[in-house]
């Protein structure tokens, strides 16, 4: 009797086991109206003289339901245990955004602008 060995690629394991996160390429579509969000309320609203943790808080406040829902889509396909994983992981990272927007925003107002 023979016996053959079956060499099954990961990847169709790994697909098999349930659903995998979004590429990067699909993550970036997902927060797309994030970012712009973030980008335009920060645009609209820094002056340069506002103290920079009180613009970013503003920033990330006026995003906020924009953020909820890119979080709330990068998370659907994950069990109840991994999305609150991710959920929790996510805490405060609106204001790293917020922040970075600012940051550039200010930036490129002083003549230097950034990539």
Known sequence: MKRYIIVVPAYILLA????????????????EPYYKC????????????TDFQIEIKSVAKVCKSEFTKMIAILSKDLSS??????????????????????????????GNPVP
């Open 81 to 110: 245990k991994d999305r609150k994983a991710f959920e929790k992981s996510q805490f405060g990272r609106d204001l790293d955004y917020a922040a970075t927007a600012v940051g550039r925003v200010r930036a490129t107002k002083q």
């Open 16 to 31: 098999a086991a349930g659903p995998i996160f979004p590429t990067e390429e699909q993550q970036a579509k997902i927060g």
């Open 38 to 49: 973030i980008k335009n309320a920060a645009e609209r609203t820094d002056d340069g003289r």
